[in-house]
């Protein structure tokens, strides 16, 4: 069991304020208001994490556990943010999978990224998808398990120039038929603009190169890192993401989209979630996942976000219980205008996870 690192009470912002009880958590989680920080013990002790992604595999895994991977991120310290594996019976509360490696690997070089999980039915197996990245290329490696305990080696599946493969997000539709969703910035996170591409596989390994996507956004934003899901109860895809400006990722805004072919979107007019919605995304809202139940017709949400704190960023990952009329229908008001999204001087230099 790893010590609590110093995650914020939804009450507060100061760092050394009472954490949330994991049973405060799974109450105010249920069709919240606002979303609430998560309990997660990161392996560096520092409680901070990023970039989450959900899976929850089907009725042949046998210890009906649901996964998160994500990313410790502290201070903003790439050296940390290493994949890491959490299990829970219910998706609220969080703990250290069993069993696993913590974190479930690190880089032979540079630093590693943007973790996704996915669950094949077919192989009853996990696959976690992530990024290393040294400055110079992007590669994209993917490493399996069985059981969610033991994991095989890293095997390298793409490459491509620094920031041009970002966030991979893998949708696995049935038998030959597999999708990868990434985002090209070549430009770097101070780059103007971002392009959101697509991949196929017949297995998960082997990819086509890849093709544009069109996803519509408001003026002068662009997708950042992406989370895309097939909603088998409604015949399309969905995607969540941050909106990026010209000249920097600090993401203040975070939407959603549909498709049903994966490629032409439909985006949601208003964000899901802005900076300063709770204390804890006070100046950035980040890459996030999301689960669709269709029996309550309710979605859940995985946010991660980051406060400035002095000169550096305190990152969190916190919970939301809605229902999908009210996201699709009556999404909550931005806390932040779309029209005066100027992040503050200390934003501008932000380096992304």
Known sequence: MFAVGAMLALTGC?????????????VAARDSTAPTPLILRTYDGSGQSVHPDFVAPGPAWGSGLKYLVSTPYPGSSDKHENPSLYASADGLTWDAAPGAPMPLTTPRTGFLSDPDIVYSEPQNDLSVYYRQADGRSDRILLMRSSDGAKWSEPLQLLSGPFATILSPSVVRRGEGDWLMWSVNASGGCHGNSTTVQLRRSANGVTWTAPEPVVLPLPTNRFAWHIDVQW??????Y??????KAPGTCATRTLYLATSHDGVTWTTVSQPVLTAGSIPEFQHVV???????????????????????SGKKFFWSTAVQRRSRTGVFDAVAPAAV??????????LLRFDPP
């Open 238 to 243: 969905w995607a969540l993401f941050p909106a």
């Open 231 to 236: 909603i088998e109860a409604r015949q399309e």
């Open 14 to 26: 100061a760092a050394d304020r009472a954490t949330p009880t994991d049973a405060a958590v799974l």
């Open 286 to 308: 980040y890459r996030s996942t999301f689960a669709y139940d269709a029996a309550s017709d309710s979605i859940t949400f995985w946010f991660s976000g980051a406060r400035l």
């Open 337 to 346: 205008p779309e029209g005066s999204l100027k992040a503050p001087a200390g």
